[in-house]
């Protein structure tokens, strides 16, 4: 498949195409002859291994039908600088395919990365943007593209490193920015040389170009599909080329393929139901979606005809739900059939209706954000409103995700999540949101995030819970209640852990504001959303504001009676971080001197925290002229401490290994330096990666070392490298 278009680019180019079917079966049966001289199969040409797929893969995807003109021109639109003198066209490998809701742009995406896979032996790397049409910032959009980079870079890390090592790697990713996370995509694209297939899926229109950007690599080795309902920006990602992507419009299928994807479950028996079979999808506008489910009613119920189905839907609602779901979700529907599939969606979903599994599943999917629901989410939540044990609430997940599945409402993704199709989830949204059930049913989702995200006061935990966070947050929106809030505090906290500082500022703002709102300003929970802000601001380099915002909150701490001792603690090492932020280093030591001393007895799961403070404090004390040698008696108990409690890979024991090997180099002792960098190095390679930031200070702070041990040209040789994996993965202008 590495050739462009046959149909267009080839045939129409150089070849006159016969007319009459006589002279077309002439052409077959040459075409016939030639492949009978073949002595060889395809495979054995070219390497005919399906390329790996990292990021979202349907488990059971719905039917493609058709569509084999538009995966021909979406090949040719990828493959625009392997043949542009063929192509006549010059610029980027990128594709942007848009259309109306439901018309399959996804499974379009899907199907061609199936069967032109071999193209792109770098690989399958989908994006889903759905998550974006929950949020509402660009600090949000940030957050959801940092967890698809890195559950991306979690696939590639278990292709080039051993399952310790490659967890090591995407624990201190979490920390990484999503342009220093695309940098690393793109450093790993650069070294396998290979193309690869990027794929961003359901990407929302009216954003910017330099949003959508942000969701792309720069590298050559990419080839960009995109879908979206809207139309595509100008884009910029390799300068003094072409602008604009070829834009590749979806309609509704063609009335051939429109009838076969509505009859493959059921096919027509006789002449009669082959007529109403080919009336029923003019009706339904030849709309992919509304074709797959009505096909899947249709062989679900044997009673229910050609002719009944298309007399029910002859007549749509003319009421209230009926004007609301034509007027909300029609904008998204071929004109003039808008009432008849709304009227599709909603008969298919209230042929669930006595199906309490499947109904259940479909409401708590539509309530979360536009990404795969955990199952174990799902789970707790049946065990929680109807009281089953765990066995019983997998059965019941299991059953419920069958019956719906089995109507095309819903899909499972390889990773276990459950995901539904936008039509499907608003049709959902504005059909129940208003009944007992559903109101039962946030509750119990409620409560089981909040169980969920008690962890998050671990920042280990945070990469595991990023997903449940963005879910809480779309869940909560403005709380109602003290509960709610305290859900967006652990939201904050796992944006805190992840350096996602905008997402956590709002989280922590939202959760602030809500609670002043219920009357509870002068809560606990205030003061620890008050400190998530102040956090926040450090790390986003707001440190004046910081400065004013933690002063002003120990203030109130004091005054407090029984607050939690460690809250205030972290609330007053973020201020020293600030400090020494801002240049104040003695203010800064100071402080953390007081607090060193006044640490309060802490349950092992929090005892980072200590830990942290305690490195730091021996760090700027080294910094503002201590004497050496007490700092490395110090880091060195320290650091002792923390392989036993923490762990010798966690980022707060690395961090005490590379204070201690900044010790040893003021002190004089720079061969002892150096092998102890050497053994860093080779530690954070394994765990981190050799390109992650970390690695590349400690292999700069070597090239140091070597310089002062009158080591030039391998002190230089190491510059050198660094520099350019500097350049690589930033750029050369950061």
Known sequence: TGHLQIPRALALKYVDLPTGDDALADVAEQVRRHCDQLECLLRDVAPMAPPRWRGRVPLDPPRFQGRLQELWALHAALQVSKAPMLSERSGIDLCWVRGLGGMGKSLLA????????????????????????????????????????????????????????????????DRLAPDLLMAQVEGWLRRKQQPALWIVDDFP???????????????????????????CPGLTLHPGREKAPRQLDLTP????????????RRPPQTPEEEAQAEALTEDLGHHPLALEIAGAMLALDPTLGWARLRKRLASPRRDLLGDTLAREIGQDLPFPRRRTVTEMLLLSLEALESD????????????????????????????????????????????????????????????????IHPLVARTVRLRYSDSPRWRDLRAALLSALAGLLAAADDPAQALDLADLALHA???????????????????????????????????????????????????ADTLIARRLQGQALTLLGELSAAEAALTGLIEVWDAMQGADPLERLQAEHALGLALYGLGRWRDASALFERLSTEAPEVEPRRLHVVFAL???????????????????TALTDLQKEAHVLLGEDHPVSLQIGASLVSAHHEGGDTPQARAMLERLIARSSAVRGPDHADTLDLQGDLAAVLHALGEQRAAREIGEQVLERRTTLLGPDH
């Open 253 to 264: 299928l063609p009335p051939r393929d429109a009838t076969a994807l509505l009859c493959w």
């Open 473 to 523: 947050q779309v869940l909560v929106g403005q709380p109602r209640s003290a509960e709610d809030a305290h859900i967006l505090l652990d939201v904050a906290r796992v944006w805190l852990a992840l350096a996602q500082g905008a997402s956590a500022r709002d989280a922590a703002h939202a959760a602030r504001e809500g609670l002043e709102v219920l009357g509870l300003g002068g809560t």
């Open 356 to 419: 309490s599994a499947a109904m259940d599943l479909l409401q708590i999917a539509a309530m979360l954000a536009r990404a795969p629901v955990p199952e174990a989410l799902v789970d707790r939540v049946f065990q929680a409103l109807d009281g089953l044990d765990p066995d019983e609430a997998q059965d019941t997940r299991g059953l419920g995700l069958l019956r719906a599945s089995r109507r095309s409402l819903l899909q499972r993704m390889d990773a276990g999540g459950l995901l």
């Open 614 to 632: 305690r490195g730091d404090l021996e760090a700027l004390r080294l910094e503002l002229g201590a004497a050496p040698r007490g700092a490395i």
């Open 110 to 173: 899907q199907e061609y990365a199936l069967r032109f896979g071999i193209a792109f032996p770098g690989g399958v790397f989908w994006l889903s943007a759905g998550a974006l049409h929950d949020t509402r910032t660009e600090a949000e959009d940030d957050a959801a593209l940092k967890q698809q980079l890195l559950g991306v870079l979690r696939r590639t890390l278990t292709e080039d490193l051993d399952p310790t090592a490659a967890e090591g790697v995407a624990a201190a990713l």
């Open 205 to 231: 229109e009216g954003r910017s170009r330099q949003a959508m950007e942000r969701w792309l690599p720069s590298c050559g080795q990419a080839r960009i599909l995109i879908t979206s309902r809207g139309p």
